[in-house]
């Protein structure tokens, strides 16, 4: 195995692990903060920052990366958010929470810039969207897996110890301890890059205004605006609808938030698939816009099984289209610009997100679910039309500029 073949495995075994710990807490930490008596606006909010300033840092964070190298920022980015973890679980005071959420936002930036030009670099450029659509599947197979062990796991502390009942706040605080101990350990594979190709990224990343390809990434926005705002709307409450419209426990919660997770999965797997058949311009546009039915349908749905069947098969869809997302961004600049590019499309997408969470957390107090996921159609339907009309159906004989 090459040198760079290796810094991608490691990579990967790093992603995975820490999305085992994610698994656990995307599960736990909405129903913690609500034991803890936090309402969704406040939830919505944490979203918002996390998300937001994410975002407003990607661009600073290209220059870091360029400075520091591959590998110090990934250590930099994981250390600082299993820290985070653990104060926010240990100390979950409002001002807490949100200065926390700050700095997590700042240092998960790093991350969002560095994973598709680092996966992509260390792969190789034929591989791009096969190792994409690896490390989402991967990395959505285990949060599957540990979404369920979430689920289950404040009940089988509460067994173990005797302490707190399954549905109390402090099971929910010691399954998101677990999570924190897992995470921790993804620190072990990252440690173990090797080469780092940082000396490449520092020597042609440079403030050349002129020379960056400023309608490509005005068109990179435009779209990542539309889908990042559609899915901050309503995706941050997944788990708490579940909770509260049809009055799940939480090991359900844990089992759709894992079925959700394996949608996930499974779109990134027909990524590939989807390219050959479709062609890469194509196939984006109408895997979203298919994506469209099933979230209509879930508007007036009154079970659970049928809301949770339309669900996964939107999720499935739209997350088919993530690692062709990517692999275009990649493709549509040259690859001096990536980590640019990368981080263009980080903050639009972001930035987005986070105003979809705020609004999305005040829209369900105001109005409910149901115009929550109308207007998500109607924002997934402008998506749908973007792309085409910011990158075209077919290729163009060189990069589009």
Not at 232 to 257: A, C, D, Q
Request: proline share 4%.
């Amino acid at each position: 195995m090459t040198a760079r073949r290796q810094n991608a495995f490691n990579y990967l075994a790093a992603e995975l692990i820490s999305a085992a710990g994610a698994g656990i807490s995307s599960v736990l930490f909405p129903l913690f903060l609500l034991a803890g008596g936090f309402k969704e606006d406040f939830l919505g909010l944490l979203a918002s920052i996390g998300s937001g300033i994410a975002g407003l840092m990607s661009l600073p964070a290209s220059l870091v990366v360029a400075r520091l190298g591959y590998r110090r920022s990934i250590l930099i980015g994981m250390v600082t958010g299993v820290t985070v973890s653990f104060i926010q679980v240990l100390w979950p005071t409002s001002t807490c929470l949100i200065a926390t959420q700050v700095i997590s936002g700042c240092f998960s930036s790093l991350s969002l810039v560095i994973h598709s030009p680092y996966l992509v670099e260390n792969a190789g450029e034929e591989c791009g969207t096969r190792i994409l659509s690896l490390s989402m599947a991967g990395v959505t197979i285990i949060g599957t897996v540990f979404n369920i062990v979430g689920g289950w796991l404040p009940a089988r502390l509460s067994a173990l110890t005797g302490l707190f009942h399954p549905d109390d706040f402090g099971a929910y605080r010691a399954g998101l301890l677990v999570a924190c101990l897992i995470s921790s350990m993804s620190i072990l594979p990252a440690v173990m890059l090797k080469e780092d190709l940082s000396h490449r990224v520092a020597s042609r990343f440079r403030f050349g205004w002129a020379t960056y390809p400023w309608l490509t990434l005005a068109k990179v926005t435009v779209v990542s605006v539309s889908l990042g705002f559609g899915a901050g709307l309503f995706m941050p409450f997944m788990n708490v609808y579940w909770k509260t419209r049809f009055s799940l426990n939480t090991e359900l919660v844990g089992i759709i938030s894992a079925a959700t997770a394996g949608a996930v999965g499974l779109g990134a797997t027909l990524a590939p698939v989807a390219e050959r058949r479709l062609g890469l311009r194509k196939a984006i546009p109408i895997l979203t816009g298919l994506s469209l039915f099933p979230m209509y349908g879930m508007i007036g749905s009154s079970s659970f099984r049928s809301a949770a069947w339309l669900f996964l098969t939107r999720t499935t869809l739209v997350n088919a289209t993530s690692p062709l997302r990517m692999n275009l961004t990649m493709e549509v600049v040259e690859s001096e610009h990536r980590p640019l590019a990368a981080s263009v499309e980080s903050l639009a997408w972001s930035l987005a997100w986070a105003a979809g969470a705020a609004y999305g957390g005040r829209l369900i107090l105001a109005a409910g679910y149901s115009l929550l996921f109308r207007l998500s159609v109607w924002v997934y339907a402008w998506a749908t039309l973007a792309y085409p009309l910011c990158f075209g159906l077919y290729p163009p004989g060189g990069r589009v500029k």
